[in-house]
């Protein structure tokens, strides 16, 4: 049986668990009790060290206050109006990093995974440890994993265009 994740996994450094995603399990389970998984196919590291993509770069603000929190919480946030982008939270409190989740086997984008899993505000805080609704499970799957840089920050400048953050499995 595959066991949940619990905060200690994500209470490291952003950079060790943004990789060690790629190929465990994100369970949702939906309002109608509906269970489904999905295998983590593709993430992006988003540190507090400095890195100028990071929503928390620019200080706590209500919208990235979950970030400054102790790893393992869910932080969603909203773009074009359209999508729930789904983050989580690493690290140890005001350190300010979380995982993008970017794709998921069968789902590819960040904007999808979102659609397919539902998410909305009521996300935001989220434990992944305790949650009856999101959660991450370990069964043991191994691949060989490609590290790239990260997509869509030419906002950010160099060198945070280039650093090798973006993690999928090797094809």
């Known amino acids: 049986m595959p066991e949940r994740l619990n905060g ?7 950079l060790a668990v943004a990789p060690e995603l790629i190929g465990k399990t994100l369970v949702r389970k939906f309002d109608d009790k509906n269970i489904l998984r999905y295998k983590i196919t593709e993430t992006e590291a988003y540190s507090d060290d400095g890195d100028l993509a990071c929503h928390a770069s620019k200080g706590k603000t209500p919208r990235t206050e979950v970030m400054f929190r102790e790893g393992g919480l869910v932080y969603v946030y909203f773009i074009y109006g359209i999508y729930w982008m789904l983050n989580f939270v690493t690290g140890k409190n005001e ?12 789902v590819s984008g960040p904007g999808r995974v979102g659609k ?3 998410l909305d505000k009521s996300f935001y805080g989220e434990n992944l440890e305790t949650s009856e609704r999101i959660w991450v499970e370990d069964d043991n799957f191994y691949s060989e994993i490609v590290a790239t ?13 280039s650093k090798p953050w973006r993690f999928l499995i090797k094809t």
């Open 95 to 106: 350190e300010a990093s979380a995982v993008l989740i970017r794709g998921l086997e069968g």
């Open 8 to 14: 200690a996994f994500f209470q490291r450094n952003v």
């Open 116 to 118: 397919v899993l539902q």
């Open 149 to 161: 840089p990260r997509i869509g920050i030419n906002y950010a400048g160099e060198p945070w265009i």
